[in-house]
């Protein structure tokens, strides 16, 4: 019996590779353990997608290079993003690494741990046609990959250098897979992909998005990524017809100047993505949207920054992701002219996170005294209940006892708070 310590960084594809990663060494006998000290094999699944979470990485790494020195069988591995872009550069840079495994090939991670060694950063097509189990972290609400990698090469992102070209999986896999997520209980998916509404398997996203919704026993849909280029009526007619698909959608902006759109190939213009916003508006009154902003990309000018406000102002979403501009190799962001001091993206990036603060607080005042629907996720820090709407905000339940994770509640909305909503069963 073999003992795993495993350490996940970045977005929700990564969790859940992670999730798959331990279902596959599950099956083969291994068993996680919580402490790196007690591990047979560490695993880290990386990030790439700004210098910061490279940096903390490799950082963390070299602390493990003291277990190595005390237990010299001990193997290490590192998967994701930051596999993929260094692959074989990594063991050079950090000799006492002993795998380095890309995502598209996480299906091999068990094949690869019995050998003494191993570079595994090959394009892998298979990657989307393999059912791998998963070990999940939530017994409610699971995570399901539909589709890999992108071919949008957004010029700040890194993304399509280290998940390579989409490829979606086929959709009676997909069902299949949702269908027995639901014979275990599971009670909402959320389907995955870095540009999920480009889906391209046997059917289109939105008759897809129809499939799943005649999934008996299953209560709630929800999706992300989405590309604003990808979404027309077809998708928010079948967002809006399908009870089981939540009204939310994360829909990334990045920045409200169309000059800097253009640079960063987004493929859009804000009067475009304004048409969108107002199409699922009109057809989903009570969606909630949410976004990603990019503070300070290369070129940009305070005009182009004060476009964005505006943006903000105008759209008001529910929340935000915003980060500042950081290079990142291959892109072609990183090889233009103009890159900004850090000062400045920092002042801007904090303009946009205390006007955004104002406006999600200002949101969820509007709920005080309104019932919320409630998926029940289990306990939070405090020991309340606690879980989300169907416009995905957190609620924090006072005075529940006897809940189970699982559990479809109403709740009236006491308190709201700028980053979640307390209240009580009603
Ligand atoms: S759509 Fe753009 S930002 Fe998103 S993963 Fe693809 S290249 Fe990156």
Not at 9 to 15: D, I, K, L, R
Not at 208 to 227: P, Q
Not at 293 to 307: K, L, M, S, V, W
Request: hydrophobic content about 35%.
């Amino acid at each position: 019996m073999k003992r795993v310590y495993l350490e996940t960084w970045g977005c929700q594809m990564n969790f859940h590779d992670s999730e798959r990663v331990l279902g596959l060494l599950r099956q083969k006998g291994y068993v996680r353990v919580d402490d790196p000290r007690e591990a047979d094999v560490i695993l880290f699944n990386t990030c790439s997608i700004r210098e910061k979470a490279e940096h903390k990485f490799l950082s963390r790494l070299g602390r493990t290079k003291g277990l190595k020195k005390r237990n010299p069988s001990l193997k290490i591995a590192v998967l994701g993003c930051i596999a993929q872009q260094s692959g074989e550069k990594l063991k050079e840079k950090a000799p006492y690494v002993d795998y380095v495994i890309g995502p598209q090939n996480i299906n091999r991670v068990g094949e690869a741990l019995e050998l003494e060694e191993g570079v595994l950063t090959d394009d892998n097509p298979e990657i989307a046609l393999s059912d791998i189990p998963a070990y999940r972290e939530s017994t409610v609400s699971a995570w399901v990959n539909i589709m890999y990698g992108c071919n949008n090469f957004c010029s700040y992102c890194i993304v399509p250098y280290t998940r390579g070209r989409e490829r979606s999986r086929p959709a009676e896999n997909i069902v299949r897979e949702i269908e027995e997520l639901v014979k275990n209980g599971y009670k909402e998916v959320t389907l995955l992909g870095q540009n999920v509404n480009s889906y391209s398997g046997n059917v289109t996203f939105p008759e897809l998005l129809r499939m799943v919704n005649k999934i008996e026993g299953l209560e709630r849909i929800r999706f992300v990524t989405s590309h604003p280029k990808d979404l027309g009526p077809e998708l928010v007619q079948a967002m809006a017809e399908c009870e089981k698909v939540c009204e939310h959608i994360h829909l990334p902006l990045q920045s409200g100047s169309d000059r800097i759109l253009k640079l960063m190939n987004r493929k859009y213009t804000m009067e475009q993505y304004y048409e969108k916003i107002r199409m699922l508006r009109d057809a989903i009154p009570a969606i909630a949207i949410t976004t990603d902003i990019i503070a300070g990309f290369p070129t940009e000018r305070d005009e182009d920054h004060q476009a964005t406000i505006e943006a903000l102002k105008e759209i008001e979403f529910d929340g935000i992701f915003a980060f500042k501009y950081s290079k990142r190799p291959y892109t072609r962001a990183s090889k233009m002219d103009g890159q900004l001091p850090e000062e400045v993206k920092a002042e801007r990036l904090n303009q946009i996170l205390r006007l955004q603060d104002e406006i999600t607080e200002r949101k969820n005042k509007l709920l005080k005294n309104t019932v919320q629907e409630v998926l029940v996720e289990g306990k939070n820090d405090s020991g309340q209940y606690t879980g989300r709407t169907r416009t995905n905000k957190i609620v924090n339940i006072n005075k529940a006892d006897g809940l189970t994770a699982g559990q479809i509640v109403k709740v009236l909305i006491t308190e709201p708070h700028r980053h979640s909503l307390e209240g009580r069963l009603t």
